[in-house]
């Protein structure tokens, strides 16, 4: 009977467990001979030419295919010719489609490595028996070739993983190497936990990868009826070739696909320790020989599981041993390290107080005397330097306290929502009187709306350290700068952070001096540009409180130009994103939402996507059609996508098809 759309028989011997590729550069015979071979069961993959047939192979490794011989660009017997030269396809039984009937020709098809050739006009039936012969001699040697190969497999995975000795390298070893050399759909490795009533899923391997599971899994072995609960309580292996006709089966959504299993205990000695599950995407997949091979490798993996668990035992007990040990020794240097940090800060007290002092108490002293025959210009003089110098050991006093507490972690900050352009304008206005003296320029950049988040008191008296700083080593007629702009060098996904800039065109900090600006005792009391006197303790303070807040200071100074000292903070979340170069600040209590034009076709979720994918690469145009009438009832969002995905499937546009899929899927 020939091809004809029209005539179809229901089939009773159906045949699930086989893959065939059909390469036709004409539509109407693929669509003709897909729906004839899918009512026997057999799943169908198209190309309509064979330089995508040649792709379509590397990802969708067919039972068999049905080539057509005369095709444009490049034709059947130069595709075969590829096919054969491939190791990796060199086993896939090619028939020819060919209405080309000389001897020659035949003898051509033959000698290029087809197995076998039909002639247009196609006959069903003749197409069907010829199928069903060359998948039986090959499934044969198949067969044959995977029972070598298992064997193959048990010595090299015992040969290899006995060398492993961290528990979580070899449980994910073992699973990528089975999964590798058998493309089985699933392999996972299960252990009990310790109150051994619970199985927890270690490791897993897919065809796209292998490592840590993706999603939690475990199951207590005494409540879920299960494959894995039956060999927890018959200590014996479980094998199921159609899953669906299981009553223990148990369906997980990460694995839609599963149409067997198999799951094997994994013991060591009289005890069992976990399993090893394998499943497939095909259905009577698991032999007993599967069985037989596949067991003596899961005894040989309990083995080892063992000794890496005892060497993980061991190795915590080493490292706890190599943590106390660690702990004592920072505890001892932290001891020593605070130690010299007391005995230098007696030392900034000792000095820093009794230098005031001494004028203080002079002039405290001859006021006293000489009240009487002083005029009053000459009391109010001696008074304001009594104050001056009463002033500057309260502010001394004030830091020295202040350090000690932040040494002592006395402090308790609280991280809040802070406009940066109040702080800022409050210390350039507390500091106006001094730059109004010195007839320096303050240039602030930070007067619109600009929210960080951080303490309050914290970014207060940072700010007012670095500008003091900044108005005392400026020259009259100098410039002070205050910017901010987005740091982009910090690698935080939850957490975007901000570099404040105080700069100054000042005298600079010697290089020798750069370096210990932040620690105490060092480089204290250096007197302005206008000979002003400080505590010396001010960037030591910020640098202190900055660092207990989770921020940064950092400064950079040439001599004679000035120094620019950065703080790094975090943005409120809520604030808007900065471009690069120049910070664009949003008061978010009046932002909108930004507006993003509407893409005219919605993917599905990252899941759906992933499947269309696989689809798309074997070329399986029925699994897409399928597959785009579930996405269409997702949502209707969906439905121009999926419409989109249908019509392309439909008319075997694969090229295009791919296209699209890869477009929108980022797997």
């Not at 009937?101 to 003749?126: C, M, W």
């Not at 330097?385 to 004030?398: D, G, K, M, P, V």
């Not at 320096?440 to 951080?454: A, D």
């Not at 404040?500 to 009391?525: C, M, R, S, Y």
Request: charged share 25%; aromatic share 6%; with cysteine.
């Amino acid at each position: 009977m020939s091809l004809n759309p029209k005539t179809f028989v229901t089939p009773k011997n159906k045949d699930y467990s086989h893959t065939i590729l059909l390469v036709d550069d004409i539509p109407i015979n693929l669509s003709v001979l897909t729906e004839y071979l899918q009512g026997y069961g057999y799943e169908i993959a198209v190309s309509r030419t064979g330089t995508s047939a040649l792709k379509r192979v590397k990802y969708l490794k067919p039972d068999i295919i049905l080539l057509d011989v005369m095709m444009p660009e490049m034709d059947g017997f130069e595709t075969c010719r590829h096919l054969k030269a491939d190791e990796k396809t060199k086993d896939i039984p090619v028939i020819f489609m060919t209405a080309l009937t000389s001897q020659k020709d035949k003898i051509k098809g033959f000698a290029v490595g087809a197995v076998d050739y039909v002639t247009k006009p196609l006959h069903q039936e003749e197409v069907l028996q010829r199928i069903r012969t060359h998948l039986k001699i090959h499934d044969l040697s198949q067969h044959l070739q995977a029972k070598n190969l298992r064997a193959e497999l048990s010595q090299q995975v015992a040969q290899q993983i006995t060398s492993i000795l961290d528990l979580d390298e070899l449980l994910v070893s073992v699973v990528s190497l089975i999964q590798t050399n058998f493309n089985y759909y699933f392999v996972g490795i299960l252990l009990y936990n310790n109150a051994q009533d619970t199985i927890v899923l270690q490791s897993e391997a897919k065809r796209n990868r292998a490592g840590k599971p993706e999603h939690a899994f475990e199951i207590n072995v005494e409540a879920t009826p299960s494959i894995i609960t039956k060999v927890f309580h018959t200590q014996q292996a479980y094998r199921v070739n159609d899953v669906k006709t299981d009553k223990n089966y148990l369906a997980l959504q990460s694995l839609p696909d599963t149409q067997a299993e198999i799951t094997l205990p994994l013991r060591f000695g009289s005890q069992m320790i976990g399993m090893l599950d394998i499943q497939h995407d095909q259905l009577n997949v698991f032999s007993s020989d599967d069985h037989a091979s596949l067991q003596s490798l899961a005894d040989q993996i309990a083995i080892a599981i063992h000794n890496a668990q005892l060497y993980k035992t061991a190795q915590q007990k080493l490292a706890e041993h190599q943590r106390v040990e660690k702990a004592l020794r920072e505890a001892n240097e932290s001891l020593i390290r605070l130690n010299s940090e007391k005995d230098k800060f007696f030392s900034v007290v000792a000095h820093d107080l009794k230098g005031p002092f001494m004028p203080l108490l002079g002039t405290s002293e001859l006021l006293a005397e000489l009240a009487d025959t002083l005029n009053p210009t000459e009391v109010k003089e001696m008074g304001q330097s009594i104050h001056r110098t009463a002033r500057s050991l309260f502010s001394l006093l004030e830091n020295l306290l202040l350090w000690a507490k932040i040494k002592m972690e006395q402090i308790q900050y609280n991280h809040d929502k802070i406009n940066l352009a109040n702080i800022s304008q409050q210390n350039v206005a507390f500091f106006n009187e001094n730059t109004t003296a010195k007839k320096i320029t303050v240039q602030n950049s930070l007067t619109s709306p600009l929210f960080i988040e951080v303490d309050e008191y914290m970014i207060d008296a940072v700010f007012r350290h670095l500008l003091s700083n900044a108005v005392k080593f400026t020259e009259t007629g100098g410039t002070i700068s205050l910017s901010a702009q987005l740091n982009e060098s910090i690698s935080d996904s939850g957490t975007k952070w901000l570099d404040i800039i105080v700069k100054d065109n000042g005298i600079g900090i010697p290089n020798e001096d750069l370096a210990t600006i932040f620690n105490v005792g060092k480089n204290q009391n250096r007197p302005g540009t206008a000979k002003e006197k400080g505590t010396g303790l001010g960037l030591v303070i910020s640098h202190e409180i900055l660092v207990q807040n989770g921020c940064q200071i950092r400064a950079e100074s040439v001599v004679d130009e000035g120094s620019t000292f950065t703080i790094t903070v975090p943005l409120h979340k809520e604030q808007a994103e900065a471009s690069v170069g120049k910070l664009e600040t949003i008061d978010p209590s009046i932002a909108t939402e930004i507006q993003v034009e509407e893409e005219i076709l919605v993917p599905p979720p990252a899941e759906h996507m992933a499947i269309l994918f696989e689809y798309a690469l074997r070329g399986d145009m029925s699994g897409i059609q399928e597959r785009a009438k579930i996405v269409a009832d997702l949502d209707e969002k969906y439905i121009l996508f999926a419409q989109k995905l249908h019509d392309l499937a439909q008319g075997f546009d694969e090229e295009e098809l791919l296209d699209l899929v890869e477009q929108y899927y980022d797997g």
